[in-house]
């Protein structure tokens, strides 16, 4: 229902206008104004006030309707435009400086909108209150709060900063409208670009989301201090002067995350960005377009070319080339489009505008480094000199567990929770406070995200629960455009009935749900990440109470060297469980290791311990022992008794030196078969899947990447044990779980 407020009522057009808007269902006559009070004859009646501003706070319409006369209508804008008020205007006789003002008026100015926008940041806040307290209450609805978190991130980067309408316009117009280059005009079909496909001509039209990513991306921009500035005063290429004030129109964002489904219109879209960039972005810039392998490149590039060889068939302007696209020499323009791909030649001599990662989530890491990470750096290294860089990744889940964009996609997930630490009141205040919009300002704002993809405790494996038209509008926005909901009924159909690679495909292209590649999986790196908190072992005190029963893997320098802490205590008469670990790598490792990639991240993120040398050192194992005895009661640790006699001497003599114990009573070797693990893997099953779980989890990341490595093998008695699928797929932290379990089942037997 659309609420409608009629200026000029009691006029003979401002009363047809009256009659009209009562007569349609959609449509509510709220109010009405005129220059004197009178009565609006229709059903109960409307009374007709002569103050303006009154009735637009007293009804809040959402659009006014202005019938008046030509010497009041002007008066009447003023007011009402800087309210943020829709207004359609029937009045006549406007002067050319009257239109000049209402064009200057009616620009997307952050004065003009700051009654919406407190509405908005109000609104967009208290659904995240209420999602959220459904997902604690069970009763989960079917809104995105990675969405939501990414809209208030933009509202909050609206008020901070101010916003180039004119930016966004251009770009729209250039996607959608003419390109003006040189004083040739490329025109467009109307509502998009057509271009020739196997099955006819097609447009391409940008949807509502879509329209939302290019004014977060292209939008924000900031009043220049002339006087504070270092340096030449005169203006830079990306400095304008609006209403005798500098402006600095630079993109806020550097760097734009778009995580999408396929058949969501991706690719189009993140070409449009591309080609725009090359038409109309920085001089003499480069549209790099970078991906994991050729063949994905070239599907990239080709949707740029598709824009390319519509506007220019004859080739009078641009030179389009298998892999590359120029201005033909004597253009005033030099800018290109180049693809890459990981592993290929030529990186020198870049000098990129925008870097387009296309389908990086499917980019892994072989021999110590990531291929397309390494091509992304190297691209992204190029830019330096550029004002106003941008990094576009537009990319689907992938199967690398813990790969290069996985662990970046969750940093990104982890700032967009984190924005909330900015209250709304504060956000409020800095629309009206010029201090408050500076101490707002952050690095934070310099990146974009649109992540499409289902909330955490919607994630799963099973088919039959994705069955739901709210999923899949849920990770896809374009539904009804690029692909129709049957289309998520049929793939689900085919991943039950075909082979796991067909299933792992669904889950990954189609539901954005991050796979490990394995084919029978045990518990999922999301079943973990779901229990992780903030609390690690070292910040357990001795006076809570918890027991520790403990695992060991031993390595002498080529492997993890691991050590599992699995907590437990009573509250109000429930067993409560944590888990932590703590993982020891050599550290020549770190240089020859096939996953040196991720050890060296996790190493300075302080989750990977080091040990000088070739070889793990004993004494270091012995004291981190020590330090956990300071935390919690040592029951029982586990260990494989392979290779670890000179490990067990060690701590064996801290036991009985420190505690004056037999050490025979905590240390327990654990045979490796499947009949020893079968019935401690169950109840780490149940652990971990039940709900509510009574199992919390260190945020420690090895220990999802450990349990998304490890699938289940049997043997002919259907017994289960955990093993790795691949040979660099580490499952340790998994195996020394159930250890640990096992250790806390004999001690129980024993009682």
Known sequence: MIRVLVNGALGRMGSEVCKKVYSEADLELVGAVDIKEGLVALGDGVKVTTDLLAAINETKPDVVVDFTRPDVVMGSLRKMLPLGVHVVVGTTGFSNDDLKELKRLCKADIQFALPRLRSALEAVDGRLYDYISDAVRDDIDTANVYELLGVRKFLRMFVVYDYDADAVRRRLRAIEGVWEQDGVRWRHVRGGVRFSTPTGERHVRLMPYQVYCIAGIFGPMWEVDMDTRVGERELHATEVVRDDRVWDCRRRVIEAHIFQTRKSGKTEFGAAIDFTDFVEGPANGQVLIAANSREQAKIAFSAVKRFALQLDNRGKYLRVTAEEINFVPGQVRSNSVKAMSAGGKAKDGLFGSIIHADEHGSA???????????????????????REPLLLHTTTAGNVTEG????????????????????????????????????????????FALLLRLDPWEITDDLEKLNNENLFRKVNRSIGVTVQPDYYVRRLREAADKSDDTRREVLTKDFNIWQTGQTRPWLSADDIRRLQTSVRIDDIRPEEGWVCYGAMDFSKGDDLNTQVYLLHRMEDGRSRWFLDCDCWVAEKQLHINHNAYIYKLWHEQGWLRISPGETIDEGLICKRWMEIADHCTIVRIGYDNYDAKRFVNIIGSWLTSEFGVDPKGILCPVAQTWGAFNGAVQEVTYMVKSEPSALSVSPNPLIPWCFGNAVLTEDRMENVKPVKATEWGKVDIAQCVVMATIMQDEVEANI
């Open 364 to 386: 892994g890491y072989v021999k110590g480094h990531s291929d397309m990470q390494d091509l992304v750096e190297v691209c992204w290294g190029s830019t330096g000199p550029r």
């Open 404 to 447: 290069p964009y996985e662990i970046q996609l969750r940093g990104v997930e982890a700032k967009l929770v984190d924005e909330m630490r900015w209250p709304m009141l504060d956000i409020l205040a800095a629309l009206d406070d010029v201090e408050r919009r500076e101490a707002l300002r952050g690095e934070d704002d310099y990146w």
